[in-house]
């Protein structure tokens, strides 16, 4: 079992983004957002392109909204209007790889194989093991 206060941090993409930094680990630039102004605000200091994210509930591409230029501001600020978000700015990437690492209660860790993972607009698609 994972515990409570892992969940705690990880069902919220702002705390989580937060305790990466602070364990030294090199994150996108974000910010949050909620509402029009912060909007503006984070994409003059990130630019674009940016994705919108929720900051709880969205998965798979779920509760984003990709911005590469301003006619997708629309689709972004009525996100803002139903939720909490942060704008992050966008990673280019080759290929997404996951893996998953498990630890028992006697503090045994395990790692299970690395998958490739195919999204189709911004949806996960599928995910193939070996990667």
Do not use: M
């Amino acid at each position: 079992p994972q515990g409570s206060e892992l969940l705690k941090l990880t069902r919220n993409r702002i705390t989580e983004k937060t305790a990466i930094q602070n364990l030294g680990i090199q994150v996108a630039p974000f910010r949050l957002v909620v509402n029009e102004s912060q909007f503006f605000e984070a994409i003059s200091i990130i630019g674009l392109p940016a994705v919108l994210k929720t900051t709880t509930g969205g998965y798979d591409g779920k509760g984003q909204v990709v911005i590469k230029s301003e006619a997708a501001f629309e689709e972004a600020l009525s996100l803002i209007a139903k939720q909490q978000c942060i704008l992050e700015g966008w990673v280019p990437f080759e290929k997404e790889l996951s893996i998953i690492v498990a630890r028992n209660l006697n503090g045994e860790v395990n790692t299970f194989p690395i998958a490739e993972n195919v999204h189709f607009n911004q949806i996960l698609h599928t995910s193939s093991v070996p990667a």
